[in-house]
């Protein structure tokens, strides 16, 4: 079969980065007064997540050092809901995976399932609270604040989803997951959080915003009573912020990598156009026909959630799975139906060939194409000859590649998208 030219684009995003992100962390915490919110003495639950966020281990750190040097006592706790396999040596796992260890960050980690139920929100909800963390003074979200994966609203992925979701472990994750059909997701963290806030459990939160090239944009330590309008505030910075497809209709999306530490759903429903998301409308853009994706990150421990959002995969990928941890994740969440598994083949070659045989008339070699590393990797971009003329005209994209066939090794898959 005939199969389109390619060639390689760069993608022009606006990308401040925080250039000494331990000075930035003492910064922010000096200028919230942490020194009269935690008290000498007092223990602090600092709460590390199961995303890629970058530079995580250095903020813990940088937090447990600031709050060692004011005579607290802080350790860390995994904030992930049910992630890890729903167990408590799997979540110190996942911490370790992205570098956040006692050695690395200097304080105990104290991992468990158990949860207390600390009280109930106006519409008759438990709240549960990781034991670890309802034993302390104070509970420190720290998080990267984004575009959710599952719905919209003011407030969306950051440290108040980390209070609800993460520090609820998964017996909290799974309840509020079940309330959303309910009540909506933005009422139930709102809610939840505020009972925590309101009865002094949350001490103060960190969050971080990325650009688009996985940087650490912006950090900003948030006093608990100003945490619900500082997030909306850094939600909408995030937003502008992040990266994103360079053309917002085609026929075929190549996913070199999907992953736990790429996204919760593995490739980021912003990005992609696609949420599967009950009683939520899907996006309008971007408009892509068929996604293929090609492999399962290593750092996935084989947990696919979000597979399912693609039409096309492969035999790899599909052997690398857990079917543990990818169910688990899924029945926790309420989203079987984002994991199903999608037709695969043994090679990417015979993959794409079909995909392209699926998008309609247009003839496989004249389809418009685009082809990335992952959805947090967009700042160079494969696109097709179809699509060219159209990135010619853009300032904010740039040619840098020549065009090409598209190209398989002798085993049939693509090569690495940057060459080793």
Same mark, same amino acid.
Do not use: C
């Given at each position: 079969?005939?199969?389109?030219?390619?060639?390689? !684009?760069?993608?022009?995003?606006?990308? &401040?980065?925080?250039?000494?992100?331990?000075?930035?962390?003492?910064?922010?915490?000096?200028?919230?007064?942490?020194?009269?919110?935690?008290? %000498?003495?007092?223990?602090?639950? /600092?709460?590390?997540?199961?995303?890629?966020?970058?530079?995580?281990? *250095?903020?813990?750190?940088?937090?447990?050092?600031?709050? =060692?040097?004011?005579?607290? =006592?802080?350790? #860390?706790?995994?904030?992930?809901?049910?992630?890890?396999?729903?167990?408590?040596?799997?979540?110190?796992?996942?911490?370790?995976?992205?570098?956040?260890?006692?050695?690395? #960050?200097?304080?105990? !980690?104290?991992?468990?399932?158990?949860?207390?139920?600390?009280?109930?929100?106006?519409?008759?909800?438990?709240?549960?609270? +990781?034991?670890? @963390?309802?034993? @302390?003074?104070?509970? #420190?979200?720290?998080?990267?604040?984004?575009?959710?994966?599952?719905?919209?609203?003011?407030?969306?992925?950051?440290?108040?989803?980390?209070?609800?979701?993460?520090?609820? =472990?998964?017996?909290?994750?799974?309840?509020?997951?079940?309330?959303?059909?309910?009540?909506?997701? $933005?009422?139930?963290?709102?809610? #939840?959080?505020?009972?925590?806030?309101?009865?002094?459990?949350?001490?103060?939160?960190?969050?971080? *915003?990325?650009? @688009?090239?996985?940087?650490?944009? =912006?950090?900003?330590?948030?006093?608990?009573?100003? !945490?619900?309008?500082? $997030?909306?505030?850094?939600?909408?910075?995030? %937003?502008?912020?992040?990266?994103?497809?360079?053309?917002?209709?085609?026929?075929?999306?190549?996913?070199?990598?999907?992953?736990?530490?790429?996204?919760?759903?593995?490739?980021?429903?912003?990005?992609?156009?696609?949420?599967?998301?009950?009683?939520?409308?899907?996006?309008?853009? &971007?408009? /892509?026909?068929?996604?293929?994706?090609?492999?399962?990150? +290593?750092?996935?421990?084989?947990?696919?959630?979000?597979?399912?959002?693609?039409?096309?995969?492969?035999?790899?990928?599909?052997?690398?799975?857990?079917?543990?941890?990818?169910?688990?994740?899924?029945?926790?969440?309420?989203?079987?139906?984002?994991?199903?598994?999608?037709?695969?083949? +043994?090679?990417?070659?015979?993959?794409?060939?079909?995909?392209?045989?699926? *998008?309609?008339?247009?003839?496989?070699?004249?389809?418009?194409?685009?082809?990335?590393?992952?959805?947090?990797?967009?700042?160079? *971009?494969?696109?097709?000859?179809?699509?060219?003329?159209?990135?010619?005209?853009?300032?904010?994209?740039?040619?840098?590649? $020549?065009?090409?066939?598209?190209?398989?090794?002798?085993?049939?898959?693509?090569?690495?998208?940057?060459?080793?």
């Amino acid at each position: 079969m005939a199969l389109p030219n390619m060639v390689r !684009i760069k993608q022009h995003f606006d990308a &401040p980065v925080v250039a000494d992100l331990p000075a930035a962390v003492k910064e922010e915490l000096d200028q919230i007064g942490t020194a009269s919110i935690v008290g %000498k003495g007092d223990s602090v639950a /600092i709460g590390g997540g199961s995303r890629g966020v970058a530079n995580i281990a *250095v903020v813990i750190k940088a937090t447990a050092d600031y709050l =060692k040097d004011i005579g607290a =006592k802080p350790f #860390v706790v995994p904030a992930m809901g049910s992630h890890g396999g729903a167990t408590a040596e799997g979540q110190r796992a996942v911490l370790e995976h992205y570098g956040v260890t006692e050695e690395t #960050v200097g304080v105990p !980690i104290k991992a468990t399932m158990e949860v207390v139920e600390i009280g109930q929100t106006a519409d008759e909800l438990p709240v549960f609270l +990781d034991t670890h @963390a309802a034993n @302390a003074d104070h509970i #420190v979200p720290i998080n990267r604040i984004k575009a959710h994966t599952d719905f919209r609203g003011t407030v969306e992925s950051g440290t108040l989803k980390m209070l609800t979701i993460g520090f609820g =472990k998964q017996h909290g994750a799974n309840m509020y997951h079940r309330a959303f059909f309910h009540y909506g997701f $933005e009422h139930i963290i709102r809610t #939840v959080t505020g009972l925590l806030i309101d009865a002094g459990r949350v001490g103060f939160g960190v969050g971080l *915003v990325e650009n @688009a090239h996985e940087q650490t944009a =912006k950090v900003a330590a948030m006093r608990a009573d100003e !945490i619900m309008r500082r $997030e909306r505030e850094l939600l909408v910075e995030s %937003k502008s912020l992040m990266g994103r497809l360079p053309f917002d209709a085609f026929d075929l999306l190549i996913v070199d990598w999907m992953g736990k530490n790429i996204s919760g759903t593995g490739m980021d429903t912003n990005i992609i156009g696609r949420m599967m998301q009950i009683l939520e409308p899907e996006p309008e853009k &971007p408009a /892509i026909v068929r996604i293929f994706v090609r492999d399962l990150t +290593d750092d996935s421990d084989g947990n696919a959630t979000g597979v399912g959002l693609a039409d096309f995969t492969t035999t790899r990928l599909v052997e690398k799975m857990d079917r543990h941890a990818t169910y688990m994740n899924g029945i926790t969440g309420m989203g079987p139906q984002k994991s199903k598994t999608p037709f695969y083949y +043994d090679t990417d070659r015979e993959a794409i060939e079909i995909a392209l045989n699926t *998008v309609g008339l247009t003839p496989p070699e004249e389809s418009k194409v685009v082809r990335i590393e992952s959805t947090l990797g967009l700042g160079e *971009v494969d696109i097709s000859e179809a699509l060219l003329e159209d990135a010619k005209l853009r300032t904010d994209l740039e040619v840098t590649g $020549e065009l090409e066939p598209l190209a398989f090794n002798a085993d049939g898959n693509l090569p690495a998208f940057h060459e080793e």
